[in-house]
């Protein structure tokens, strides 16, 4: 039986005691992105609401600063700043969301790189005659125990350490693939809700660009009534003109950064859902391999 375990890990199985090492392969309680910053972690993949939120009111100062002094030392770059800092309230709020959005996906993206490294590890051993009983989960289940702090907070070793949990109390081998199944729904069901927030944020920055193109519209209209009412008056013209386009460039404007930031969020969320899938679908053929195989090993 091939041994990936630390030197005093395995001591401590010899010893029968799984739990008297405080060192682990895997330790979610340190190794967690947002456990280690300091905040409760989401449960598997799930992002943290509030650091994300810290992250992105960082993220969107630090953005509006550069902006502002790209725009003094390098005047040509106007018409991007204006975009920003002259299309009236509702980039600000676009901004905001927009970057929210991007430390969500960012912090999903490192709970997820840090919950594939489970693949890494051995839980069953690797004797072609070995099989799946009341007696032997026991010992599966404490060598998932020597590997990782809390298999809970791992999607594959929360799974199979259900599905083994019962098989060794209660001995039903039928009720184990029963078991994986419902709890491989149940973690798809998790990640898919873990998208909610992220997917009303790509609805809002839409309906934030055309709030901005109705309060621009609105303006060019106001200011355009002015330009009838000045008459042969060629100065009072060529204000009124000038608030009718800069009506128009906010209206067209905001649309367009908020279009823009909400495509660039549609591609990533795309590609971290494809991620995770693919990360879901490993997690069942290791169950279906490593779990469900050795029992029908043992049915035969």
């Not at 039986?1 to 630390?6: F, K, T």
């Not at 010992?139 to 125990?145: H, N």
């Not at 693939?177 to 973690?187: G, T």
Request: aromatic share 10%; with cysteine.
């Amino acid at each position: 039986m091939e041994n990936n375990l630390p030197p005093k890990a395995t001591t401590a199985m010899i010893s029968g005691n799984p739990y008297q090492n405080p060192q682990k392969v895997l330790d979610w309680s340190r190794s967690d992105i947002e456990r280690k910053l300091g905040f409760r972690g989401g449960r598997f993949t799930s992002p943290s609401n509030v650091l994300s939120l810290i992250i992105a009111l960082l993220v969107t100062a630090a953005f509006y600063t550069t902006v502002i002094l790209v725009q003094q030392k390098w005047p040509q770059t106007q018409w991007f700043a204006a975009m920003f800092l002259q299309r009236g309230p509702c980039p600000y709020p676009t901004m905001l969301l927009f970057f929210w959005a991007l430390a969500m996906l960012l912090l999903k993206w490192r709970k997820l790189v840090f919950q594939q490294k489970v693949f890494g590890l051995s839980i069953m051993p690797q004797e072609p005659e070995f099989v799946l009983t009341s007696a032997t989960a026991r010992e599966v289940l404490d060598r998932i125990c020597m590997l990782v702090d809390n298999p809970h907070h791992f999607v594959l070793f929360n799974r199979i350490d259900l599905a083994l949990a019962n098989l060794h109390n209660i001995g039903h081998t039928a009720d184990v693939a029963a078991i994986l199944k419902v709890q491989a729904e149940n973690d798809e069901a998790q990640i898919a809700s873990s998208y909610g927030i992220i997917q009303g944020f790509m609805w809002c920055i839409p309906v934030l660009g055309f709030i901005g193109t109705a309060l621009g519209l609105s303006q060019a209209i106001s200011a355009f009534t002015g330009t009838l009412q000045a008459g042969g008056d060629l100065t009072a013209i060529r204000a009124s003109l000038t608030s009718v386009t800069g009506g128009l460039a906010t209206g067209f404007e905001t649309t367009l950064v908020a279009l823009v930031c909400a495509f660039i969020l549609q591609l990533l969320v795309s590609v971290m859902q494809s991620l995770e899938s693919q990360f879901l679908d490993n997690c069942n053929e290791v169950c279906s391999r490593q779990v469900a195989g050795k029992l029908r090993l043992q049915a035969n």
